[in-house]
């Protein structure tokens, strides 16, 4: 799995069209850089470390925070609540999306401070 995310973000990141493709790709590759080689199967700690990982990556591109307008006022709020989240997979899947759906939506009432 960690192989196949960083293949993939590097795949992205390939992709034209302006800041987007590095964006995205440094987001799916940061998701496999916590994960240890070979772990093929995530219980609910690797799912955290997966979230915390992918922030991690994105904060050494960007200074973006929530309240910039910009992306990371999804990715930043479903790390927070992932890492809160006792349970499941599932659970914790659940929780950060919704709290991604919660910041995309509260981007729309704030000033765009990037690009």
Known sequence: MKSFLDDLGMAIMEVRGGS?????GTLIGGLGVDLND????????GVKR????????????????VGD???????????????KTEG????????AARAAEN????SE???SKFG
């Open 50 to 65: 997966m979230f915390t990982g992918c922030l991690s990556e994105m904060e050494d591109i960007t200074t973006a925070k």
């Open 109 to 111: 009432k704030y000033v």
């Open 69 to 83: 307008k910009t992306m990371m006022d999804a990715p930043i709020p479903a790390v927070h609540a992932a890492q």
């Open 38 to 45: 070979g772990e093929n199967t995530l219980e609910a700690e």
């Open 88 to 95: 499941s997979v599932k659970d914790i899947l659940e929780a």
């Open 103 to 106: 910041g995309a939506k509260d």
């Open 20 to 24: 987007a493709g590095p964006l995205y």
